[in-house]
């Protein structure tokens, strides 16, 4: 059983930086695959990043290469989502998934309750 906890949303302008945390509970959790989708208002959801159980391999959206990175720390049980130039487009509920096969474009196994992220402009 996994439990998956975000933090850090907000409200920041356009180009501005913020970084989501993930707080993961559960003995696996250094070997699930993990990752970040958002659904903005009134669209599907996207995928937006992912990295290995490892932390070895890591993938993005196009949208979001160069400007977003993913990162984990296991001493921590923490995922990181850190968001930099961000754009309006951005703005959405940002949620922190797991898979224990990995997390993939299309699929996640656990989500968590969603963060909240507004991009002004």
């Known amino acids: 059983q996994v439990q998956l906890v975000e933090s850090g949303g907000g409200l920041v302008q356009a180009g501005g930086s913020l970084r989501l945390s993930c707080a993961a509970s559960?003995?696996?959790?250094?070997?699930?695959?993990m990752g970040w989708f958002r659904q903005a208002p009134g669209k599907e959801r996207r995928f937006v990043a992912a990295?290995?159980?490892?932390?070895?391999?890591?993938y993005y959206a196009d949208s979001v290469k160069g400007r977003f990175t993913i990162t984990r720390d296991k001493d921590k049980n923490t995922v990181y989502l850190q968001m930099n130039s961000l754009k309006h487009e951005a703005t959405a509920v940002y949620y922190c998934?797991?898979?224990?096969?990995?997390?993939?474009?299309?699929?996640?196994?656990?989500w968590g309750q969603g963060t909240q992220v507004a991009v002004s402009s």
């Open positions: 998934v797991a898979d224990p096969k990995g997390v993939t474009a299309t699929h996640s196994t656990y």
């Open positions: 559960g003995r696996t959790f250094s070997s699930y695959g």
């Open positions: 990295i290995s159980g490892s932390g070895g391999s890591t």
